[in-house]
């Protein structure tokens, strides 16, 4: 149970990241407001990693971090920027397919019930038909890549997770990413562009220290569908908050709705 509590708070926090990186994002360029984002999420890990002091093992994540958050938040942000805050959270919502796959042939875990639900979502936002025109195709891709990077970072975790403590290998992974980001972006944000992103970081480093506590207690096929609920918050966010440039529509919903059904039903029958 607890690693379904950690993964659902993991998901709340990531949801509202996503808006709070459209909010951030008005008149700040996509790679300031990356590393404007990795930024305090590291402040985070940091703090989390200090209370535990102990480095044992942590370099493999070090080179899971490039992957994500290094890669992904840079497709995230980018996704963000072109497709806004909704669609890319159900796209993203997405992963578990290409993480409970990896899971299942190469760590040789069970199917969980209810990942196909979570995928489903998926399939109706590629079937939505009454998004707004000014959505460039270009962003869904660069929300999928997003989640691929983020479904091999949850699996090489969580096949690594005995060998470090939970705190400091979300740390390590945050250092990498941060590191990525300096060298896509290739300059310092200004005060103004931090303060604006952030919401969004704190929001991304609490995320990331609860996802990996919940992988440290809970197997992939558990933890990334309900991790996967993160639509829902992004979702219900935005037709809130951008309810005129985002246009939530049914197919949407219905999507959003159907990943947190599947979520549900993996902790019911975990």
Same mark, same amino acid.
């Given at each position: 149970?607890?690693?379904?509590?950690?993964? !659902?708070?993991?998901?709340?926090?990531? *949801?509202?990241m996503?808006?709070a990186?459209?909010?951030?994002? #008005? *008149?700040? +360029?996509?790679?300031?407001?990356?590393?404007?984002?990795?930024?305090?999420?590291?402040?985070?890990?940091?703090?989390?990693?200090?209370?535990?002091?102990?480095?044992?093992?942590?370099?493999?994540?070090?080179?899971?971090?490039?992957?994500a958050?290094?890669g992904?938040?840079?497709?995230?942000?980018?996704?963000?920027? /072109?497709?806004?805050?909704? #669609?890319?959270?159900?796209?993203v919502?997405?992963?578990?397919l290409?993480?409970?796959?990896? =899971?299942?042939?190469f760590?040789? &875990?069970?199917l969980?019930?209810?990942? !196909?639900?979570?995928?489903?979502?998926?399939?109706?936002?590629?079937? &939505?038909?009454?998004?707004? %025109?000014?959505?460039?195709?270009?962003?869904?891709?660069?929300?999928?890549? %997003?989640?691929?990077?983020? =479904?091999?970072?949850?699996?090489?975790? #969580?096949?690594?997770?005995?060998?470090?403590?939970? &705190?400091?290998?979300?740390?390590a $992974?945050?250092?990498? *990413?941060?590191? %990525?980001a300096?060298?896509?972006?290739?300059?310092?944000?200004?005060?103004? /562009?931090?303060?604006?992103?952030?919401?969004?970081?704190?929001?991304?480093?609490?995320?990331?220290?609860?996802l990996f +506590?919940?992988?440290w207690?809970?197997?992939? $096929?558990?933890?990334?569908?309900l991790?996967?609920? &993160?639509?829902?918050?992004?979702?219900?966010?935005?037709?809130?908050?951008?309810? *005129?440039? +985002? #246009?939530?529509?049914?197919?949407?919903?219905?999507?959003a709705?159907l990943?947190?059904?599947?979520?549900?039903?993996?902790g019911?029958?975990?």
């Amino acid at each position: 149970m607890t690693a379904v509590l950690l993964a !659902l708070a993991s998901a709340a926090l990531f *949801g509202g990241m996503t808006v709070a990186v459209r909010l951030g994002l #008005r *008149g700040v +360029e996509a790679g300031a407001a990356t590393l404007a984002t990795v930024i305090p999420a590291l402040g985070v890990g940091l703090v989390a990693a200090g209370i535990r002091h102990d480095l044992h093992g942590i370099w493999p994540f070090l080179l899971a971090g490039l992957l994500a958050p290094g890669g992904s938040q840079i497709l995230f942000t980018l996704a963000v920027r /072109e497709v806004g805050a909704s #669609r890319t959270s159900v796209t993203v919502g997405g992963a578990p397919l290409v993480a409970v796959a990896i =899971a299942v042939i190469f760590l040789g &875990e069970p199917l969980a019930v209810g990942a !196909l639900g979570v995928v489903a979502g998926g399939v109706l936002l590629g079937a &939505e038909r009454d998004r707004p %025109a000014h959505l460039r195709a270009i962003g869904f891709a660069f929300a999928a890549g %997003a989640a691929t990077l983020f =479904a091999i970072r949850d699996n090489l975790v #969580r096949d690594l997770h005995a060998h470090a403590n939970p &705190e400091s290998a979300a740390a390590a $992974t945050l250092v990498a *990413g941060t590191v %990525a980001a300096i060298i896509w972006t290739r300059k310092v944000p200004s005060r103004r /562009e931090l303060i604006r992103l952030t919401p969004a970081g704190l929001c991304f480093g609490l995320s990331y220290i609860c996802l990996f +506590e919940a992988y440290w207690r809970g197997r992939v $096929t558990v933890v990334s569908p309900l991790v996967a609920t &993160e639509s829902l918050w992004g979702v219900a966010l935005s037709a809130v908050l951008f309810r *005129g440039s +985002e #246009r939530v529509g049914v197919r949407l919903a219905i999507g959003a709705v159907l990943v947190v059904a599947g979520g549900a039903l993996i902790g019911i029958y975990r």
